[in-house]
């Protein structure tokens, strides 16, 4: 697939951000694919480490960000403290169409997945299909492409500078 180019967006994408965002993609790429399940915020708790066991992308985000604003909570729904889709958009510094994309099926956000660079398969996103590794690819996709909008942003702003 051809890779486009980064186009003129609002989105607050940070360093900070693009770092995580690889740090979870490294993390995923570790653990065993018995671990992960994509269609399942947590999908098996331990009561005793009180922690998830199985978990998609944005479950294992208290693990690797013990420090973050993502929480596990076996009380709330889907086992994650708070609103994490709005974490999850603030933490990483993603709009709500690129969460969406990465963590929750790219079959209804073609757009991003083309500006982004992300397959966009309705064959398995959102179906629990999606591999650790598949998962773990795009998110770092979505980091390079972030990264490529704030060093263009950057450059424009020495250009100004001058």
């Not at 979870?24 to 269609?39: C, D, H, K, V, W």
């Not at 294992?60 to 909570?73: I, S």
Request: hydrophobic residues 35%; glycine residues 6%; proline residues 7%.
């Amino acid at each position: 697939m051809p890779r486009l180019k980064p186009k003129s967006d609002p989105v607050p994408y940070t360093r900070a951000g693009v770092a995580r965002l690889r740090k979870l993609a490294a993390f995923l790429r570790q653990i065993p694919n018995e671990m992960f399940r994509y269609a399942s915020l947590i999908e098996v708790w331990d009561p005793i480490a009180k922690c998830g066991t199985v978990c998609c992308a944005l479950g294992w985000c208290p693990r690797v960000f013990p420090k973050g604003p993502l929480r596990w909570n076996p009380t709330s729904y889907g086992g994650i403290a708070g609103n994490y889709f709005s974490q999850a958009m603030s933490f990483f510094g993603l709009d709500k169409n690129e969460v969406s994309a990465l963590f929750y099926g790219s079959w209804d956000r073609p757009e991003v997945c083309e500006r982004v660079g992300l397959p966009h398969d309705t064959s398995t996103s959102f179906t629990g299909e999606s591999t650790r590794k598949e998962v773990a690819d795009n998110i770092e996709q979505m980091a390079r492409y972030a990264e490529r909008v704030l060093n263009r942003r950057n450059r424009k702003k020495k250009a100004r500078a001058r």
